[in-house]
């Protein structure tokens, strides 16, 4: 199967993207860690051929789009491999609304596991496809950001552009 990487700079590193002519494979954001840092985007790059070229086009859109604020629908994407309790988990943060936020023991009980709060929080860090499956959107009980496997910058960047006011409480 033929495959490419898309980059796409940004003022907080390079993010890069696994594609395959069938759609995105992995997305990697930048580790960043502090706050206060100056996002912005910057120019991107392609590096495969053929029908991996649409799917790069449209992923490139998507992140654009997804890192301006604006809503837009995402690229075709592969599920990664993961347990069936970790995909249940993921298909229930696959349905919280932009703008919105839920708990891990919400999304656990939703996906039949009520007291599987800190096992979902695991299986939202094993995502390998932030934004697409939007894992920035599950926070904990207890208030505030909670983690994010790229950095509590991002987290607070893409609650912000989506407009999602966070719980009272916690850090």
């Known amino acids: 199967m033929k495959s490419g990487l898309l980059s796409l700079q940004t003022a907080w590193g390079i993010i890069r993207v696994e594609i395959s002519a069938a759609g995105v494979v992995c997305l990697r954001l930048p580790e ?3 706050e206060g840092r100056t996002f912005s985007l910057g120019e991107s790059t392609f590096e495969g051929e053929g029908e991996v070229l649409t799917v790069a ?3 490139d ?9 604006r809503r837009c629908e995402s690229p075709p994407w592969i599920w990664p491999p993961a347990s069936d309790f970790t995909k249940k988990i993921w298909d229930q943060i696959l349905m919280i609304p932009r703008g919105e936020t839920a708990t891990y023991g919400e999304i656990a009980a939703r996906a039949g596991f009520p007291r599987a709060a800190r096992a979902a929080g695991r299986a939202a860090g094993m995502n390998r496809l932030p934004l697409i499956i939007p894992c920035h959107r599950v926070v904990p009980a207890s208030g505030g950001l909670g983690g994010f496997s790229s950095g509590r910058a991002w ?4 609650l912000g552009l989506e407009g999602a006011g966070l719980r009272a409480g916690g850090r």
């Open 57 to 59: 086009e449209r992923a």
């Open 32 to 34: 960043v860690r502090g």
């Open 61 to 69: 859109a998507f992140l654009r789009d997804t890192l301006s604020g």
């Open 155 to 158: 987290k607070r960047l893409l």
